[in-house]
Each structure stands twice: as structure tokens, then as C-alpha cells.
């Protein structure tokens, strides 16, 4: 079972930048396509993006489609979120997450999680 460890959450102004990254233990990261999920306060955990194991290919909510980037470095067994023009509605705990299958959506699809990192958008 891989562990899962997010960074570089913290409090950006409306219409900022982030790039959080995920950090895997374990060789088996490269099996696995990554996702990235968030929770705000009171909503359920909604998926943001995942890519493929060889970072050929990528998708997204709807929400992120256009401002935020995953990619991932197999070599440094990380992967990462790129988060341009942030708004206040993307305030939330930001989780990595693994799964098996390239197109899963749901969270209960991803197997291991990280602790999540805080993102909170001022406006």
C-alpha cells in the first residue's frame, strides 16, 4: 500500500496561484493513476483531476477544466497540482488519492489517501 503525503496548500488572494504536490512512499506509484480530490467545509469530497500512470493523459471537473494542471514525475514518485485563478468557491482540504482505473471519478474508487492540505482562496 503506497502512502501519500500532499504539501503547498496555504492562503492566496482571488486570482492567484498554487502548486500542491503529493508525495508517494513505495515503487509501486508508477502503477497507479493519481487524483487529485477536495472537501469544503460542510460538502461532500468532490474529484478535481487525475492523470494516467505514465502522465499521457489527464482529466478534469468541470470546475478545474482550464485553470488547474496535474502532471506527475514517476521518478520522484510525486505528483502535482498546478492551480491558476483561484476563486474563493475553490477554498477546501485537498487530497491525493490512488486508484486502479483510468476514469474513476468517485471517491470511493481511490484506495489510498493523503491527510490533505488546506487551500483557502481569500476574496
Known amino acids: 500500500q503506497v502512502q501519500l503525503v500532499e504539501s503547498g496548500g496555504g492562503l492566496v488572494q482571488t486570482g492567484g496561484s498554487l502548486r500542491l504536490s503529493c508525495a508517494a512512499s513505495?515503487?509501486?506509484?508508477?502503477?497507479?493513476?493519481m487524483g487529485w480530490f477536495r472537501q469544503a467545509p460542510g460538502k461532500e469530497r468532490e474529484f478535481v483531476a487525475a492523470i494516467s500512470r505514465a502522465a499521457g493523459s489527464t482529466y478534469y471537473s468541470d470546475s478545474a477544466k482550464g485553470r488547474f494542471t496535474i502532471s506527475r514525475d514517476n521518478t520522484k514518485r510525486t505528483v502535482y497540482l498546478q492551480m491558476n485563478s483561484l476563486k474563493p468557491e475553490d477554498t477546501a482540504v485537498y487530497y491525493c488519492a490512488t486508484t486502479t482505473y483510468y476514469g474513476n471519478t468517485r471517491s470511493a474508487d481511490f484506495a489510498s489517501w493523503g491527510q490533505g492540505t488546506q487551500v483557502t482562496v481569500s476574496s
Open positions: 513505495g515503487r509501486t506509484f508508477g502503477t497507479y493513476v
